[in-house]
């Protein structure tokens, strides 16, 4: 009789342990929520959307510069990565079963691993070292060998989603692989191929790391690709070091931006996630 | 006709998938090739000494690979449990209805950029932490592990923040493959009377290698973790016990140094460092990947209900 009241005792425990966890874990997540809006959202501004970063001293000034960099280094990476990543998880898909297919999956899964300043350390000693500049290119470079692994995996399973009755009738009226998956499974899937990228998306964004020795940063206004280029994960590290409270107020901003455009892009990729479902539903 | 066709989407498909492949060797053979003079000139010493000083070019890695592991060590020891529990409370224990909230919630923890923790670190955590060591009793302040004075910035405070960007991870690969136990399993370990803890225990054991291998996850995230680290550790390249201590981890004198490091010696060494943390990471995360494919493999094939069954009595 004691050692069923025992049991039941350890089992209670166990599952208020488990509950306690998730109570703790969500503690964090509301304490950098909490701090990042309250910090961040008295420094937003119409000039901090519109202006350059002004010298210690001067009061205002903004991150225009740093949220052009962002997005166009994070597009500079995708527009190799997405091609890349999407036809290696067709490959993935299609000839699931060969010897290559495994090894990309693991290679994928490997370069997923990796950690960021490590990319960021070999995209640096191929395309920085070699032109003696620091530059935009190397920053997309580094972003996107980051989002291909994870294009990569989201295709390969989305179009092991799609159901293989679709595939087989193409084939049967005698389409060509390619055709078949270009023309028919491509399309089904495309909802949540395009929340893949959207993920991998928001995941760069937020990138620091890999950005420091290949875009490194810059102060003004820039479209050239091959000049060191502003990110707000940058600006916000150089603002969070420095010893000026006005430059900790625009970093606790910028870190409002980042969290908002993570946030904007996890909801969005929910959307149309709960649309390819409705799609396979009907 | 149609098959020469598809040969060549094979072909042209394949060659796409192949750059994967060749970009892991491409990071491997490069960070090899810039280090070669520190590899050289240091050999095995390099990971064996203490003393970091540029300006006389001595280098030694000691410190920076004690930071990293002891600081990935203690965020694993932190994060584990709490993972396993949330990922137990969100697959086997949670009403339906808070399973899509809880699981949307656990993901934006992953979400949120490192800088951003980083960032909370400085200016939220590191003042926390601070106090904490300030009020750990004399007692305690006399042992190695809780020696020195309470700077706020350091190893503890590096952990806890591991700990919490680890958490995400971990918890929701041990979630599917908590997903991916029979439910026969559990039935089984019911029938026998088996209270709840001990039929989730069992099924935690049954899953064991998938836990393993999550576990094994959330260690190389840690591992390679940069800026919210490099923000609250202290940035010292000591080899100290101390958790009170600022030390400094790999990845951390990359991101701090990498752009100072102006004498080629000094770049080879700190691409060295790259390297070395390469390797590791891929180790790690090649073997955690091999036990969840593993248990993927293995929960697909038959059920062994008897073995479980014994394991639950």
Not at chain 1, 178 to 207: M, Y
Not at chain 2, 220 to 234: K, Q, S
């Amino acid at each position: 009789m004691n050692r069923t009241r025992r049991r039941k005792l350890l089992s209670s425990l166990f599952v208020g342990f488990c509950g306690m966890s998730v109570l703790l874990a969500l503690v964090p997540l509301g304490f950098v929520l909490f701090f990042v809006v309250s910090q961040g959202v008295g420094s937003i501004n119409f000039g901090f959307f519109t202006q350059t970063p002004k010298p210690v001293g001067e009061v205002g000034g903004g991150m225009a510069n740093s949220i052009a960099g962002t997005l166009m280094l994070t597009s500079l990476g995708s527009l190799f990565a997405v091609p890349i990543g999407v036809v290696s998880g067709i490959y993935m898909s299609e000839f699931a079963g060969t010897t290559l297919a495994s090894a990309v999956r693991f290679s994928a899964d490997t370069l997923n691993g990796v950690p960021s300043i490590v990319i960021g350390v070999f995209a640096y000693g191929i395309a920085v070292l070699p032109f003696r500049q620091f530059s935009a290119l190397a920053g997309g470079l580094a972003l996107g060998i980051m989002m291909i692994p994870i294009i990569a995996r989201t295709t390969e399973e989305l179009l092991l989603l799609v159901p293989g009755t679709m595939r087989e009738g193409a084939l049967a009226l005698g389409a060509t692989r390619a055709r078949a998956v270009f023309t028919v499974l491509l399309p089904a899937a495309l909802p949540g191929i395009i929340t893949g990228v959207v993920l991998a998306l928001a995941r760069i964004a937020g990138e620091t790391a890999p950005l420091l020795f290949t875009s490194f940063n810059n102060p003004y206004f820039t479209t050239s690709l091959r000049q060191p280029m502003s990110s707000i994960t940058v600006q916000v590290f150089t603002y969070a070091i420095s010893p000026y409270a006005d430059w900790h107020r625009q970093a606790w901003a910028g870190a409002l931006v980042l969290v908002s455009i993570v946030f904007l892009c996890s909801l969005l990729a929910r959307f149309a996630t709960r649309k390819l479902a409705g799609l396979q539903a009907r | 006709m149609a098959r020469r066709e598809d040969l060549g989407f094979r072909l042209a498909t394949g060659a796409f998938a192949l750059v994967l492949i060749l970009i892991v060797c491409a990071i491997g053979f490069e960070l090899t090739r810039q280090s070669m003079l520190s590899i050289r000139k240091f050999g095995l010493n390099f990971w064996r000494t203490e003393t970091w000083d540029p300006v006389s070019g001595e280098f030694g890695a000691l410190p920076f690979i004690w930071g990293t592991l002891y600081s990935s060590i203690l965020a694993l020891l932190i994060a584990t449990p709490i993972a396993i529990g949330i990922a137990v409370f969100i697959s086997e224990l949670c009403p339906a209805f808070l399973r899509q909230p809880l699981v949307f919630l656990t993901e934006l923890l992953a979400a949120i950029p490192s800088i951003v923790y980083g960032l909370w670190g400085i200016f939220v955590l590191v003042p926390f932490v601070r106090r904490l060591e300030a009020s750990t009793p004399d007692v305690l302040r006399h042992t190695p592990m809780f020696s020195g004075p309470p700077l706020g910035v350091g190893m503890l405070a590096a952990a806890i923040i591991l700990a919490i960007m680890v958490i995400p991870f971990t918890s929701s690969v041990a979630r599917e493959v908590l997903r991916s136990v029979p439910a026969a399993q559990r039935e089984g370990a019911y029938a026998l009377g088996a209270t709840r803890f001990e039929a989730i225990r069992a099924a935690l054991f049954y899953a064991r290698t998938g836990v393993i291998g999550s576990i094994m996850l959330g260690f190389g995230r840690a591992l390679g973790e940069t800026m919210a680290v490099t923000m609250v550790i202290g940035n010292n390249p000591r080899v100290a016990a101390s958790l009170f201590a600022p030390q400094y981890t790999m990845s951390a004198v990359i991101a701090n140094e990498f752009t100072e490091a102006a004498d080629p010696l000094y770049l080879n060494a700190l691409i060295e460092i790259g390297l070395v943390l390469f390797i590791i990471t891929l180790i790690v995360n090649a073997l955690s990947r091999l036990l969840i494919w593993s248990m993927a493999r293995s929960a697909t094939r038959t059920v062994p209900v008897a073995a479980a069954v014994e394991t639950a009595a």
